[in-house]
């Protein structure tokens, strides 16, 4: 079961307070006005991914649009790989939650690792594509997720995507439960993908996304699951031989501002700063949409084998999943598992 808080993140958490307090005095504070008594905002972001991903162009995105719209007014730098959190997805949530950094993009995934919770809406083999889940979002869902995030001071922007989740590994294609069985997965510290994992065979571990490609490389590590962008940016391709999509779990982008930060603004940078977060994920969800394809050719001409399972593969590994769900449903709460899980699983 999923820990609050792990010692791990603790201890980096503390670190980066330090790092915060040193060097990122200021964050979310105002710097002056404008001739015409407007604010001025020296603003922080950061996403987990690189510099080539759409998470990062999105936010480059967002910045850009924010300095434009204002003449200046309003700045933005962007932070690739966690950087302002020592790599540590999980700590860097705490810190848009405290306050010590302004916006961030981030998978529920790395939420749930401070609330459980906030995981139900990637939980595995539920939606078949990324319109699916989508929609779940689009209605009720979006509406509890926001709630739960101002809840942890985080004021919601809406959602990006990052896609469906797919796996590699370095032994063989993955076609049955039995292909994954005793190999080291590396996956993001969420108490289902865990339980998952470990109900079909596998063993699982977890470890900062920074790590990943060394892990790989030295053969730590046997694969790893993640979006196809993330595959592609982080270059684990070389490392890498096999990729077998199966969209097991759908993950969705929460483009997230600190509550506090948010709530300090006026009424019209309000409405400025949802309007362009808004074009903001639209742009990225269809950058990742119309470029999956082709980062999908590009892995294949990278030399990786890539095999896609067919409806009756995955039901085989849905199977897998009923006592996990029945165990979820209570940790996710009525209005999570209402939203994102039918009943029947």
Known sequence: MPRTRTTRTMLVWS?????????????????????DGKQRYRWKMTVTTGSTSTWYLAAQKLAKDLEDETDGRITMKIFTSERLSAGEPTAGVEQLMDGAKDFSYNSPIIYAGVDPRFGAVTAPF????????????AGAGGQVYKDYLAERGVHLLGFGESGMRQLTNTHRPIHTPEDMRGMKFRIPGFGMYTDLYRQIGANPTTMPFSEVFTALQQGAIDGQENPIDVIYSANLQEVQPYLTLWNYSYDPLILGVNKDLFDSLTPEDQKLVTRL?????????????????????????????????SDEEKDAFRAKLGPIYSEYR???????AQAFIPKGL
């Open 15 to 35: 670190a980066v307070l330090m790092v915060c307090a040193l060097l990122l005095a200021g964050c979310g504070t105002n710097f002056g006005t404008t001739d």
């Open 126 to 137: 539920v939606f078949d594509s990324v319109e699916d889940g989508q929609e779940a979002l």
């Open 277 to 309: 977060a808004g074009d903001a994920n639209a742009f990225q969800i269809k950058k990742n949409r119309d470029g999956e394809s082709e980062l999908i050719d590009k892995l294949k001409e990278s030399g990786m084998e890539v095999n896609e399972l």
């Open 330 to 336: 209570k940790v996710w709460g009525p209005d999570m």
